[in-house]
């Protein structure tokens, strides 16, 4: 199926000129950046301000593992002058369009690249973690990368671009600071009744997690002995909270919780937002605040 998706973005990438956007973007004098998720769209409008269109391809609500790109997609990336993505197993498509990025004018940044990644292993088989954003340290990677090159692209705003990303830098190290004195010397085991996708953040904290799923798997339905599994380890570990991603249906955490009597909570992922968030205005910064409280009660 992706052999075939990549020949179908071959031939859209062939036949679809890569130009036409950068002339509009010399005619109003803003770059036109593409990403594929929340984290790398907020990080793209906190560093570029209004010196930058910033679009967004994944429908807000929508779970990124699904996600495959429309012609209207592929059309939109080809006529921007900076397309960021994920990358890796994430984003399998973006290589047909990387093979192909000296037809167009398009920059291609996948952020996987600029980062220390981790595998995960899930019977037996090893693959990265595409789940680098949930760490603050990756954060400030990825947000150094794209101020280096908005600031090659458009170095007239080099100074403006490397001022919001020091700016930023500084928020970034202040909600690490926050993480790193609320895991020093609180329980460092969480329980989570649903996919893991937060291996980025247990290992830049030294955090013990024990989950349904590793953070990628497409199963539905954990088996009877895992289900015991973590209501034996909250019951023997005393932990009082048991968490859920913000996609869940929160069956697992419902069961969990009336068996144990752990408060469940969500920890975001950050990966999609809701239309009513997005219209908000809503953050990176904010949804990770709001996780490192989420935390602080459940780390107790």
């Known amino acids: 199926m992706r052999k075939i998706l990549s020949f179908i973005l071959s031939i859209i990438i062939l036949v679809i000129p890569g130009c036409a956007g950068n002339d509009e973007t010399t005619q109003n004098n803003k770059l036109k950046i593409v990403t594929t998720i929340f984290p790398l769209y907020d990080f ?4 570029a301000g209004d010196r930058a269109e910033v679009d967004m391809l994944l429908p807000t609500g929508r779970e990124a593992h699904s996600y495959e ?14 397309f960021i993505n994920i990358g890796g197993s994430a984003d399998p498509w973006v290589e047909a369009i990387s093979k192909d990025e000296n037809k167009s004018n398009t920059r291609i940044m996948s952020a996987i690249n600029v980062v220390d ?3 995960e292993n899930h019977h037996d088989i090893y693959s990265v973690d595409e789940h680098i954003w949930t760490s603050p340290e990756n954060a400030e990677d990825i947000i150094e990368a794209i101020a280096n090159l908005l600031a090659q692209m458009d170095p007239k705003n080099k100074d403006f671009y490397e001022k919001n990303e020091e700016i930023y830098s ?8 926050k993480f790193e004195r609320l895991t ?10 649903d996919r893991f996708p937060f291996k980025y953040l247990a290992e830049e904290y030294n955090l013990e997690y024990f989950s349904a799923f590793p953070g990628c798997s497409s199963e539905s339905e954990p088996s009877a002995a895992t289900i015991s599994q973590l209501i034996e380890t909250i019951k023997n570990e ?63």
């Open 184 to 193: 020093k010397n609180n329980n460092k085991k969480i329980v989570f009744a």
């Open 117 to 119: 990644t981790i595998k």
């Open 44 to 47: 793209a409008k906190q560093i």
């Open 170 to 177: 500084n928020k970034l190290d202040k909600l690490d600071e």
């Open 238 to 300: 005393n932990i009082n909270v048991v968490f859920y991603t913000e996609t869940s249906n929160q069956k697992l955490a419902d069961t969990i919780s009336g068996e144990t009597g752990a408060k469940k909570l969500m920890l975001h992922s950050c990966h999609s937002v809701t239309d009513e968030q997005l219209k908000k205005g809503i953050t990176y910064l904010e949804l990770m605040e709001n996780n490192y409280q989420s935390l602080k009660e459940g780390l107790k």
């Open 69 to 82: 790109p429309t012609v209207q997609d592929i059309i939109k990336i080809n006529e921007s002058d900076l």
